[in-house]
């Protein structure tokens, strides 16, 4: 992709939007466009990590694997997250995968180096590097909270509520989530099993409280779904 887009892009990111021009050339110089399509990996477990990366388009998934083999999903990322931060912070090798799971996915690929650079000299852009980093700390504390205290409905239905917060559109007096993710998915997300997601889903749907089909999720009313 050419360098107008990539640096429109950027440029919507609060990271970078407190850059003087002569920084700012010198990220662009640094950072490059991909499109890939779905399943494809961004990165996988033990890759070196030297990039960060910021999301234009779709959907991108992070994750590990248990030891037998079962595939645990920690976070599901819209438009405009950054992840594979952690090289900014130790991260020599990655311990999750990313994965790709819309047919189109467009990211940013930035070189790490150059933001640790920027960061040592530049106190507002640290300030809102630490901001966004502190806001994913919180978000997973909440999710382990979750998993730990919460029963399986309850935490299936804090998945819609945290998805609709991160990405929902507004649909008259409803909240429509678009999303890639199978049953088996939102089971791997929220430590259940698909046929439990299978059962709240489908109560939910008869109680009124939620639409659903492959690819979106209506709630009929945010305050009502407990």
Request: with cysteine; net charge positive.
């Amino acid at each position: 992709m050419n360098k107008e887009i990539t640096a429109s892009f950027l440029k919507e990111i609060p990271l970078f939007n407190v850059l003087n021009d002569a920084d700012f050339l010198r990220l662009l110089e640094k950072s490059e466009m991909f499109r890939r399509s779905k399943f494809d990996f961004v990165y996988l477990p033990d890759e070196t990590a030297q990039k960060v990366f910021f999301l234009r388009k779709g959907c991108i998934k992070i994750g590990t694997h248990s030891s037998d083999g079962k595939e645990v999903i920690k976070t599901v990322l819209y438009p405009n997250a950054m992840f594979g931060e952690l090289c900014l912070v130790g991260e020599d090798k990655r311990m999750d995968f990313a994965q790709c799971m819309n047919s189109r996915v467009e990211y940013c690929a930035v070189d790490a180096g150059l933001i640790k650079a920027m960061i040592q000299t530049n106190l507002q852009m640290s300030l809102k590097l630490y901001e966004m980093i502190g806001s994913r700390l919180i978000s997973a504390e909440r999710r382990l909270e979750s998993l730990v205290l919460k029963d399986a409905r309850a935490r299936i239905i804090d998945f819609i509520k945290d998805s609709i917060n991160k990405n929902g559109q507004r649909v008259g007096f409803e909240m429509l989530i678009r999303h890639s993710l199978t049953q088996q998915d939102i089971a791997n997300i929220t430590g259940t099993s698909r046929q439990t997601v299978t059962s709240v889903m489908n109560d939910l749907k008869k109680s009124n409280l939620i639409y659903f089909n492959r690819k979106s999720i209506l709630v009929r009313d945010m305050e009502k779904l407990a």
